[in-house]
């Protein structure tokens, strides 16, 4: 019940299209949905994040959409460039088991020029 | 304003060995998590530390222990290390507060933990 599926495993888009990664959770007692992204010896970077009580946020070319009712949330990159190739990682959290982070397997994005 | 400083960024054990590990958070975060990551297991918590008290530990043995000092650096020792524990170990951190509110949290690059 603490997993968050995500999917693909790896996405392969050309130039100025756009990415799509997508996570499913089961615990509806999660609030806190982040998305991070990974550059090969990095840490992960955060890079947008949104609570349940929204259904949409965008922040440049990166919008998370979220689903309460189907408990799906995800990641559109829209005008990927080759510099968004990465791995990128969707998380959750819950208020109960504090700041715990619970992250997908991760989606190996790789955008062709 | 710095980011999250790990220390050292490369380790090469030995099993059996004993390591630790060193998180510097930015400046004014009082929460410091950590996490490990492997090729198999993905990103997973090991624990997190708030005002010197670990609040919330993953499932992971006894054999991997952590602290936080008053400045709110954090340590993390993992002993008698086995081949399986060769891993990225990164440190997260975040403002805090005496809530469990969720806020941001900022990784450093990690640490590479090698058990040869």
């Not at chain 1, 997993?3 to 959770?25: D, F, H, R, W």
Request: aromatic share 12%.
């Amino acid at each position: 019940q603490q997993q968050v599926k995500q999917s693909p495993q790896s996405l392969i888009v050309q130039k100025g299209g756009i990415s799509i990664i997508n996570c499913a959770y089961e615990n509806t007692a999660f609030d806190y949905f982040p998305w991070y992204q990974q550059f090969p010896g990095k840490g992960p970077a955060l890079l947008i994040a949104i609570r349940p009580d929204v259904s949409e946020k965008k922040e440049g070319r990166f919008t998370i959409s979220f689903n309460k009712s189907a408990k799906q949330f995800s990641l559109h990159i829209m005008d990927s460039q080759p510099g968004d190739s990465a791995t990128y990682f969707c998380a959750a959290s819950m208020r109960e088991y504090g700041n715990k982070l619970v992250f997908g397997a991760g989606t190996i994005l790789r955008v062709k020029s | 304003k710095a980011g999250v400083t790990q220390t050292p960024r490369y380790l090469i054990k030995t099993r059996g060995q004993q390591v630790t590990l060193s998180c510097s958070p930015i400046s004014g975060h009082r929460s410091v998590s950590w996490y490990q990551q492997t090729p198999g297991q993905g990103l997973q918590f090991l624990f997190e530390y708030f005002s010197e008290t670990q609040r919330n530990k993953g499932n992971f043995p006894g054999r991997f222990s952590g602290r936080q000092f008053s400045n709110s650096r954090s340590e993390m020792n993992v002993s008698t290390l086995e081949l399986g524990d060769s891993a990225l170990y990164l440190c997260a951190s975040r403002t805090g507060t005496s809530s469990v509110e969720n806020t941001e949290a900022f990784f450093g690059q990690g640490t590479r933990l090698t058990v040869v």
